[in-house]
């Protein structure tokens, strides 16, 4: 599944970036530019991040900052 229309970044992408290493958003726009132009796919890069790596629901909020290239 394409998660990130933009860039054409699929699921199976993300999830090997979050498998090498991506701990936040800003990590997987530099890896492969995904969530780095419209913003559309932000939530599903919260949640895709939030399923690999365990979060205190607080910090849930502090992982959906981000910025745009």
Not at 40 to 51: A, G, H, I, N
Request: proline share 1%; with cysteine; glycine share 8%.
């Amino acid at each position: 599944m394409i998660v990130c229309l933009c860039e054409g970044v699929s699921e199976a992408r993300i999830v090997e970036e979050i498998k090498q290493g991506a701990r936040t958003i800003e990590d997987i726009q530099q890896a492969c530019g995904a969530g780095s132009h419209c913003g559309s796919c932000l939530f599903l890069l919260v949640e895709m991040l939030d399923k690999k790596i365990p979060l205190a629901k607080s910090s849930l909020h502090d992982k959906a900052k981000f910025k745009f290239r």
